[in-house]
């Protein structure tokens, strides 16, 4: 008696753990999904005065989600998140009074992020693909700058290539250009090439598999970044240890022929500096030529 007792007490207790186990997984995929419901984020802007309108596109059966503020009469900033992230990376700068008055706003969720079909990841050249379509939508006739912070940098420069007309400058935060800086860990493909990829929690999943592709896709992108001809303003911080600051000399060195180069380099500042270093970044946003053609 006594040993089944405690064998039924082990049992109930390994499925106790189980259960636990498996709620803790689960709420660990919701929560790092990084993205902000709808709804609750129109909230937020309304409180603030400012009117958030949050979209979605359809391009090769993919589902394209975005936001945007600010008058359709303005020029436009571009914003483009790293890895993992969503367009709240930049809520921020869409709610800065300054901001709107100069520009309107857009921000999208990266392919494989956010509410662009969630999960399925894609490389530098097939996300440029499917947000092409929302840099035709969006034109207005004013100037359009991309920014672009971490794996969202060379997401801008692939996207002036594919659309040497779009944008009329691009601004780089903390960005990842350099192939050879880039290194890949090995352990990434035995993640999302396996059933072992579902252990990994909400927006690392894609960010896993994204970041295995970075390499090979700034290696083919290296010699086509001679194309690009508008302005690019730098901004890195000296203490960058995802993004080691060298980026900014391999910038300067391969957009030889763009228009103007403007670095600033942040003494201190680590990988994170559009959250920690707002009011510099800010600034240089404010000072983006709008009557650029």
Known sequence: MIKTWRHNRRKKGLVVCVLVLGALFSLAQCTMKLRTDDKIA??????????????????????????????DS???LFFVHGSPGSWDAFERYMQDTALLQKFRMVSIDRPGFGFSS???ARNLEDQSKLIGPLLRMIENGKPVFAVGH????????????????AFAGLVLLAASVSPELEKPEKWRPVFF???????????MRPANEELWYLKADLRKMEPELRQISVPIWIVHGD???????????????????????HTTIIPGANHFIPWQHFQEIRAVLLSLPVDAK
């Open 42 to 71: 129109r909230a937020g802007f309304e409180k603030l005065g400012v009117p958030l309108s949050l979209s979605t596109y359809q391009v090769g059966g993919y589902t394209m989600h975005y936001a945007q503020v600010g008058s």
């Open 74 to 76: 303005l020029p436009t």
């Open 118 to 120: 969630f999960g399925e």
């Open 150 to 165: 971490s794996l969202g940098g060379p997401m801008v420069l692939r996207l002036c290539i594919d659309y040497p007309r």
């Open 193 to 203: 090439k396996t059933p072992l990829n579902y252990l990994i929690p909400g927006a």
């Open 239 to 261: 203490k960058d240890p995802l993004v080691p600051v060298e980026n900014v000399n391999f910038i300067q060195q391969q957009c030889s022929n763009a228009k103007s180069m």
